[in-house]
């Protein structure tokens, strides 16, 4: 079968309540969304106009897997997948979860296990990371002496700051800013260890939480590529930028062409689209022992 690239990137349904850069959501009853993973990729904050077939069931199936793996850690919105709805389109049902609405508490709850990213710009700079200090000497891709927690606030618009953790006791208080530290880092150990009994590093992940009915609950995606750094176990090798588990590919292609990084982005040639489909599915299988549905 093949699909319009329509059908791959934009969810078909009506109620569109906000779109991200790879996920629909649905305003279904009041207490109610639609969740749907699109095929969108996008790589350095800009949507490729090329889909990647696949990838929405990957990020959808492997969150639920996630959500239902943590929920003796932290109470979560999941409802149901829509796999059994035989209302939706195919495609949505493989791609789609019903949440919970939740009122969102504004913090992105990040935990590291390895040093990268901002959190190696901001040690290379001070020293410090998200006002912790750390030994001399780590480098790239490096763990932890232990996982650490570094909140971001939730921009509306461009990047999200990272924000030390006194900062974000005085967005949302003490109490909670300890609770949410405690639950992201528990979470993020649990998946840890869980991955790298299958091959893969999950060396950070940003979690975000709300509350339901004054319970304080997870929501969102969790613990897909698209949240978290998934690296291939068998390749770490600090010192170097690790070689990720999904958008390999695109980025390394990408950086050869003569792309300045704003959009539009150049379409992506069969070649990389079909091998970053196959990326995906391998993390996915990898990590769940499942079959994609
Ligand atoms: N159960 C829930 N209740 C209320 N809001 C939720 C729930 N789960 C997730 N959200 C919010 O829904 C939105 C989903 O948006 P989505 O992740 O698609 O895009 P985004 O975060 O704005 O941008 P990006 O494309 O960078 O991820 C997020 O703002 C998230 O905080
Ligand atoms: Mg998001």
Redesign the pocket.
């Known amino acids: 079968m093949t699909l319009e690239p329509e059908a791959l990137t934009e969810s078909p349904l009506p109620d569109l ?9 649905h305003n279904i009853a009041p207490d109610t ?1 639609l ?1 749907v ?1 699109t095929d969108r990729i ?1 790589a350095y ?1 800009v949507i490729i106009p090329t889909p990647i077939p696949g990838k929405g069931a990957v990020l959808n199936q492997m969150s639920m897997f996630w959500l239902e793996k943590t929920k003796h850690i932290c109470a979560n ?1 999941l409802i149901n997948s829509a796999i059994e709805d035989v209302t939706l389109p195919e495609t949505v049902r493989r791609r789609g979860m019903y ?6 508490i ?1 913090v992105e709850c990040v935990a590291r296990g390895y040093i990268t990213g901002s959190a190696m710009a901001e040690y290379e700079s001070t020293g410090m990371v998200a006002g912790e200090s750390f030994q001399p000497g780590m480098v790239e891709a490096d763990a932890f002496p232990s996982p650490i927690f570094t909140p971001a606030t ?1 921009a509306e618009e461009g990047h999200d700051e990272n924000i030390s953790i006194s900062q974000m006791a005085n967005l949302v208080g003490y109490d909670l800013t300890e609770k949410l530290k405690n639950l992201t880092l528990e979470i993020y150990n649990f998946a840890h260890s869980f991955a790298l009994t299958k091959g893969i590093i999950i060396a950070d992940t940003k979690l ?1 939480f ?1 509350f ?1 009915d004054d319970q304080l ?1 997870l ?3 969790i613990l897909t590529p ?2 978290s750094r998934f690296w291939d176990a068998t390749k770490y090798q600090p010192g170097k930028t690790q070689p990720n588990f999904d958008k390999q590919f695109v980025r390394d292609w990408l950086t050869n062409q003569d792309w300045n990084r704003e959009p539009p982005a150049p379409p992506l040639p069969k070649e990389i689209v079909s091998k970053t489909a196959m990326r995906y599915e391998e993390a996915f299988s990898k990590l769940t022992g499942a079959i994609l549905q």
């Open positions: 309540a906000y779109r991200g850069k790879v996920r629909d959501t969304l969740m993973s996008s904050d919105h949440v919970r609405k939740a009122d969102r504004d939730k975000e709300g339901i609950t929501i969102d995606e698209d949240s």
